[in-house]
């Protein structure tokens, strides 16, 4: 996605999105790694492929606090990407709807 950047989101969409969506969707009964994976795809995705999707950028934003929020204190690991990502999900959102 870094490299390729839009020419890269038809390909995510089709092929990976579907799949770190359903692990962020079940973020509860995971692993941690599957869940660090999974956060760190949308961080890039919106990042490099497409934020053009408000609604998409905003219900990540939403996903991301709701993990930040139930990540156990031993869960650093998941807890530092899921708060970053809400910071690199605010960078695409309208301030007034954040």
Not at 4 to 14: G, S
Not at 33 to 47: C, G, P, S, W
Request: aromatic share 14%; charged share 20%; net charge negative.
């Amino acid at each position: 996605m870094t490299t390729y950047k839009t020419e890269a989101a038809a390909l995510m969409d089709e092929s990976v999105k579907w799949y770190f969506a359903t692990i962020l969707q079940q973020y509860k009964n995971v692993s941690e790694r599957e869940l660090q994976d999974a956060t760190f795809f949308f961080m890039e995705y919106v990042e490099h492929c497409n934020s053009s999707d408000a609604l998409q950028v905003y219900g990540l934003c939403a996903q991301f606090v709701d993990i930040a929020m139930w990540a156990k204190p031993e869960m650093a690991d998941v807890r530092q990407n899921a708060i970053y990502g809400i910071g690199a999900m605010c960078q695409h959102i309208n301030p007034s709807q954040f």
